[in-house]
């Protein structure tokens, strides 16, 4: 029998398997060790089953996987772990404020994604509550940056309704991994779109502006026929993890673009001489917070990676 894990708790998963949801366990041949990650499997992956005399079913085989996305392990900074696979399209969703998404953030999450060669679109949620003048000015300037790349930004209001038809039509006929800080509102959308899911929303925290966790583990959910959503904890941090220094500009398409006239192949864009990346940046052909936001990321990875090698 074949199948797809649509949620891992502990040892037992869950599998959609001819239209039926079966709990498997992984086959004892399969040892963690034998993987660099804290997960062998993970949501979304294509498994075989193999039902015992017992009646249980055990995962013998894992397919191999189109595409992943991993993260650092929350217990060990050493270690990855597989969010999800097999994905055809990332969601993420911001906000401007209540809570708020850095660009920082969103520029990780798009250089993640595209380490992985998997597109992604942004959701602007809660457009209705941009009452201020500077808000309304950050969501314009989010718009015009990401627009202009080629991400694809969608304005969303659960509250108005506005972009959740379209935000539908994305989903149709994919496998979309949802992602966003907690309380921006990724299982609010999710539920309008499909009711009978009823996930959890989270109320935002008064103290911190900041949402409340409401996922605990990643689940894959059908949401239209053949249209299925990945809904992901809230992330705090995404990082580009097994990765050089010289590869890091390959992740910002816009420098990337640029890099291909810089005097040095292997330029990082910091204090190198005739470095177009730099001279893109301050001609305002490459947005300065991105340029920022790709220096931060670039000294993460050295930190990282000088931290692993000692």
Known sequence: MEGRIIQTTGSWYQVLTN?????ARLKGKFKTEEFDTTNPIAVGDYVVLEKTIQNEFIIIEINPRSNYIIRQSPRNKHQRHIIASNIDLALLIVTVSQPRTSLGFIDRFIAAAASFHIPVKIILNKIDLLKKEKEQEQAAYLQEIYNHLGYEVINASTKTGEGLEQIKNILSNKTTLIAGHSGVGKSTIVNIIQPELNLKTGKI????????????FAAMFEIMPNSFIIDTPGIKEFMLLQVEPEEVSGYFIEIKKYAENCQFNNCLHLNEPNCA?????????IAP???ENYLNLLQDIQDINYWERK
């Open 289 to 291: 917070t991105r340029y």
């Open 19 to 23: 239209g039926t949801i079966v709990s």
């Open 205 to 216: 925290s008064e103290k911190w502006g900041k949402g409340m966790h409401t996922t605990t």
């Open 277 to 285: 990346v730099k001279t893109a940046v301050e001609t305002l052909q």
